[in-house]
């Protein structure tokens, strides 16, 4: 085939990407190497859009030992653990085919996870619908969640924790962000670094299909009228095979043949192949002949760009390739030596005893197109001037059970009930809390996990939004009683070539920055999923944050449910009332502008130390922290769990109820203490100069407001539960 700069843009590159190349190759390339390039410079692997501004983000830290660059990033929880963890996006193909897409989705982080030497010991999810209107929605939520159960599931792996939203922006775009801890030792940490020469390239797994070309290609590119036809490039995942490959790949990893490991994940062979050498600095021989395929007459440009599932390229020591196939054989997964590293600087493809293709690594990875897109700053939005008088017309009963069923806040039990959150017996915080929690296997030390978004919060102004979202992280990580070492980030957003999409990335990933900066919470992994959108109509910006912290005494581990009659619930940070952007304003006043609630680092880090210090000193019987729908909605959450009741105090603030009931004010938590230990708790706090409100006291059936407002555990179990379950029936 003639290739000319129209194939070119078929392939989803631009017309000076296209000259680029030829400029770079001093000729016309074939037509794998196009595939090849059209793979690795797409938005998915390249970051074309992204890299820059990423560049900006700390990721460094006393515990990190890895940071983005590499399958995932890695830090420290001492005694010669380690804890490798990454989130990964799966949006369009989980749209185009909701079960293989989100299934595909949970395997491809896992091998992220596993290639690095971490037995994967927790999955969470961040999945985001459209409307519960819209007439998909039903149908896409059953089929990524029986998608991501039935991957995690069957590989034996928890999912502990997850987030799920509906909003109308997503109905055209859904989005799939999976993400997997695992547990390491310090010392067989393995990387995707090739070295050596003559080194022999291995590749193991699953055979090679048509499934999957051009997938990561297709996640760079927004959706049209003919989305259909994109069905071939969503992969098919085979988790009994995956849970082979994990074990024969850390079988081999105890030993010490393995110089390099990559699992083949988006842009498959190619990306793989390309990106060990790059980080080697070396060249790469492959013989396409010996390519295991499942499918007969596969060519060069098939076997480059597919992207079948439980696949992994390895370069050995000499020598050691009996010994690895052995192991291959038992696992009864394919093994093959396809190749060999050079010193040529260049990837070299043969079939059928001929020179397919050859192109320099570096001009597919140093030379691939970085972009400064313009993009347009979001001005903070005026605040609304609510009337007071407003709120008379309002019952607090009323406006709670609305916000309580609220497809937003209410329980997501029928999602999390489908995944298996307890396999491998060390699951200590189950679904439903502030965090995941999972044990280190045979030790007091235990891993909290959790994932969160604000895209509302986002979507009114982004710079706001993006620390709001870190914070969050944090605040959940803290109601556990861990300690936040660092985040992963899946940043979902529109089309970069968009001024305001492109300004929404750039100012949460500035907002980002600066929470994680202040707060000491390095970003070491991620991944951006640009073009979330169909024809012109875009998500809201959606950056998900997944936060990992340790605990040192799992037997210190909080919980959100309401423990003993009698003990205090006090409200931990400053109530102001801040309305704006609040569920209550956006569902009840149907307020839909204004902005967010405004962020403060020194607060969010003064108020969490010292809810830490708190635990420690095993002053806090129960904690939550205070976000969607306000203090009521929290407390109504903590009620529900432990079953019981709640008598709030003679109010005290300076603040129409509805305001301080329902406004979403950042940097708060709501605990219960023992009244003996309040003395302890007011002179820590006073010491730290924390402000904190005395809520009120646990009793034993309802909750009493105020003299006019009493709702019963059974009423606000009805408005919190029933809505998913009904919806989903």
């Known amino acids: ?360 690594i570096n001009t597919l990875v140093e030379n691939s197109p970085m972009y400064d897109r313009k993009w347009k700053k979001t001005k903070l939005p005026k605040k609304n001037l609510i009337k007071k008088e407003e709120f008379k017309k309002f019952k607090i009963k009323e406006v709670l059970g609305k916000i309580l069923s609220n497809p937003n806040v209410c329980s997501k039990e029928w999602i999390w009930q489908q995944y298996d959150h307890t396999v491998m017996g060390d699951t200590i915080q189950k679904p439903g809390g502030d965090s995941g929690v999972v044990r280190v296997h045979g030790t007091d030390k235990a891993i909290a996990a959790t994932v969160d978004s604000s895209a509302i919060y986002c979507w009114a102004h982004p710079l706001t939004g993006g620390k709001q979202v870190v914070c969050e992280s944090w605040r959940n990580l803290i109601s556990v009683g861990a300690t936040p070492i660092a985040i992963t980030n899946c940043l979902n957003f529109g089309s970069p070539e968009k001024e305001e999409n492109m300004g929404e990335f750039v100012e949460c990933v500035q907002g980002i920055g600066e929470a994680c900066e202040y707060l000491k919470f390095p970003v070491v992994s991620g991944n951006v999923s640009f073009y979330n959108q169909t024809k012109e109509i875009g998500i809201k910006p959606t950056p998900s944050i997944g936060g990992v912290g340790l605990m040192k005494n799992y037997k210190q581990m909080i919980t959100m449910d309401f423990k003993e009659i009698n003990n205090l619930v006090l409200v931990i940070g400053k109530t102001e009332g801040h309305l704006d952007q609040s569920l209550f304003a956006r569902n009840i006043l149907n307020e839909k502008n204004g902005p967010p609630p405004e962020i403060n680092l020194f607060n969010e880090k003064n108020n969490g130390e010292s809810i830490l210090q708190l635990i420690k000193n095993n002053l806090i019987k129960t904690a939550h922290d205070v976000s969607i729908g306000g203090i009521i909605t929290a407390v109504s959450k903590m009620c529900i769990k432990g079953n019981k009741g709640i008598e709030f105090n003679k109010p005290k603030y300076f603040m129409n109820e509805i305001e301080y009931l329902f406004c979403e004010d950042q940097g708060r938590y709501v605990i219960e203490i023992d009244p003996k230990d309040l003395k302890k708790v007011i002179s820590i706090l006073d010491k730290n100069s924390v402000h904190f409100d005395e809520l009120g006291k646990i009793i034993d059936k309802n909750m009493i407001i105020n003299q006019k407002t009493k709702v019963t555990i059974d009423e606000l179990k009805s408005y919190n539960t029933n809505w998913l379950k009904e919806y989903m029936n």
């Open 1 to 360: 085939m003639k290739i000319n700069e129209q194939i070119a843009i078929d392939h989803g590159l631009k017309k000076e990407e296209y000259k680029k190349i030829c400029d770079l190759l001093k000729r016309v390339p074939n037509l794998t190497e196009l595939g090849i390039f059209s793979a690795m410079w797409n938005e998915h692997c390249s970051y074309k859009s992204s890299r820059l501004h990423l560049k900006k983000l700390p990721t460094s830290g006393e515990k990190v030992i890895q940071g983005p660059g590499e399958n995932a990033g890695v830090i420290d929880i001492e005694d010669g653990d380690a804890i490798v963890f990454k989130i990964e996006s799966h949006n369009h193909p989980s749209f185009i085919e909701p079960y293989q897409g989100a299934a595909t989705g949970v395997g491809g982080i896992m091998r992220d996870v596993f290639t690095m030497g971490a037995r994967p010991i927790a999955n969470l999810n961040s999945i985001h619908f459209g409307s519960s209107q819209n007439k998909k929605t039903k149908n896409l939520l059953r089929g990524v969640v029986h998608g991501i159960g039935g991957y995690g599931n069957c590989m034996g792996v928890p999912t502990i924790a997850g987030q799920t939203s509906f909003d109308s922006s997503y109905n055209g775009n859904i989005l799939v962000n999976a993400m997997t801890l695992g547990l390491v030792k310090k010392n067989k940490i393995f990387y995707s670094k090739a070295a050596g020469l003559n080194k022999p390239v291995i590749y193991v797994g699953s055979k090679t299909g048509r499934d999957g070309i051009h997938g990561a290609s297709m996640a760079s590119a927004s959706f049209d009228e003919k989305i259909e036809e994109k069905k071939p490039t969503v992969q098919v995942g085979d988790p009994f095979t995956e849970k082979l490959l994990l074990e024969a790949c850390l079988e081999l990893m105890a030993g010490d043949s393995i110089i390099a490991i990559q699992d083949m994940g988006a842009a498959g062979l190619t990306s793989s192949s390309i990106e060990m050498a790059s980080k080697g600095n070396l060249g790469i021989e492959l013989n396409l002949n010996k390519v295991p395929c499942r499918e007969s007459k596969m060519t060069p440009y098939e076997i480059m760009l597919s992207e079948s599932q439980e696949r992994m390229l390895i370069v050995l020591e000499n020598g050691k390739e009996d010994l690895a196939k052995k192991i291959f054989d038992k696992w009864d997964l394919d093994f093959a030596i396809i190749g060999k590293t050079t010193n040529t600087k260049n990837i070299e493809l043969y079939y059928d005893e001929r020179q397919v293709a050859t192109i320099p």
